[in-house]
């Protein structure tokens, strides 16, 4: 009898987790770093809404809005925020690196490309009681940043490719270091997250040739998930080449 109960609650929880307008299930994401990730689903007081905890912390996601991956909570493992820091999180997605940010941040502006990320960030926000500190906006990389805005943190987390025919992808990438200096403060340290050993070239030649420093890499290999995130610190090159 106990044998079968078991059979009976693995089949329950089979399917509640594969119906995407269920709840019931807790899926704890197994990955090498030391931060939290588990996925509850959506809610049954509201089918609308994802929950997930990141480090300890409730998100909510609906609609088109990525939900946080393992990249996304080795990137919160790896950022560094001041007291009184001015942040950017360019591809907030449901605005986890731009909640944990707020904590100590005097300001975090928090842009995606995806208006329903946008809005999931603002919820989020409102529900941790970080509405005034946090600044959620709608656009491509820095279009929605205000001409005179510069920041200490800018933290990018915008999918990586996977091959060399992530043509368009990577032009996001190259965009993103051609015109990030222009919103950088004095000492500002770029928090970059890409991916996969193969594409480590690439991006060290992204970031040098538009006068920028790699101090610090991380690496894990999350075998079981199938990802190889990193994490980039960046900041400007002490001794910038003069094109």
């Not at 939900?67 to 001015?86: W, Y």
């Not at 970080?130 to 200490?152: M, T, W, Y």
Request: aromatic share 12%.
């Amino acid at each position: 009898m106990k044998y079968l109960n078991s059979l009976l609650t693995c089949a329950t929880v089979f399917i509640i987790s594969s119906c995407s307008q269920s709840t019931g299930f807790r899926n704890v994401i197994e990955h090498p770093g030391k931060l939290e990730l588990i996925y509850y689903g959506y809610q049954l007081n509201n089918p609308s809404q994802y929950k997930v905890i990141a480090n300890g912390k409730e998100f909510f996601i609906t609609k088109s809005t990525v939900v946080p991956s393992v990249q996304s909570v080795f990137l919160l493992e790896n950022i560094a925020v001041n007291d009184g820091d001015e942040v950017l999180d360019i591809g907030t997605g449901a605005g986890i690196q731009a909640i944990f940010a707020a904590e100590k941040a005097a300001k975090v502006v928090a842009t995606d490309l995806n208006q329903d990320a946008v809005d999931d960030t603002i919820y989020n926000a409102k529900f941790h009681d970080l509405s005034h500190i946090i600044d959620a906006r709608q656009g491509d990389l820095f279009g929605p940043v205000k001409e005179n805005e510069k920041f200490d943190v800018i933290i990018f987390n915008i999918d990586y490719p996977y091959n060399e025919q992530g043509k368009e992808l990577w032009e996001v990438h190259e965009r993103f270091f051609r015109e990030v200096q222009n919103y950088m403060k004095p000492g500002a340290t770029i928090f970059y997250q890409a991916g996969w050993l193969w594409n480590i070239p690439k991006i060290v030649d992204m970031i040098e040739s538009n006068n920028l420093i790699i101090n610090r890499m991380v690496m894990v290999n999350a075998y079981k998930m199938q990802r190889q995130p990193i994490v980039f610190t960046v900041q400007r090159h002490p001794n910038p080449k003069t094109k």
